[in-house]
């Protein structure tokens, strides 16, 4: 079965920086659209950030553009959102996702993790 295992999370300050990673399995990770979604406390889950299969085209939402890079290494079978600049609203579970389409992975993507918690401290 598909499983994907986000680490990478923990307490910062703001201002800092984190990088999280995902180690995908049980799917095809070379042809597969990848993102990052994430929920915070009382809140709904909102999409991040997206990478197309070969890594050529990225998405990433306006809250976080300029602060937020996702890359991907399909030799490792591991996507990762790199975070920088963070500020005390990015507090939240950070969720990998997975989908064969570059187009639902932004909206309803077929797979999810457990998610990792993002803390930032002002």
């Known amino acids: 079965q598909v499983q994907l295992v986000e680490s990478g999370g923990g307490l910062v300050q703001a201002g800092g920086s984190l990088r999280l990673s995902c180690a995908a399995s049980g ?14 406390p009382g809140k709904e889950r909102e999409f991040v950030a997206a990478i197309s299969w ?7 939402a306006n809250s976080v553009k300029g602060r937020v ?3 991907r290494d399909n030799a490792k ?3 990762y959102l790199q ?16 989908d064969s389409s ?21």
């Open 69 to 71: 890079t996702i890359s």
């Open 54 to 60: 070969s890594g050529g085209s990225t998405y990433v």
């Open 83 to 98: 975070m920088n600049s963070l500020k005390p609203e990015d507090t939240a579970v950070y969720y990998c996702a997975a």
């Open 77 to 79: 079978n591991t996507v």
């Open 27 to 40: 799917l095809t990770f070379s042809s597969s659209a990848m993102g990052w979604f994430r929920q915070a």
């Open 102 to 122: 570059y187009v639902a992975i932004r909206r309803n993507p077929s797979y999810w993790g457990q998610g990792t918690q993002v803390t930032v401290s002002s």
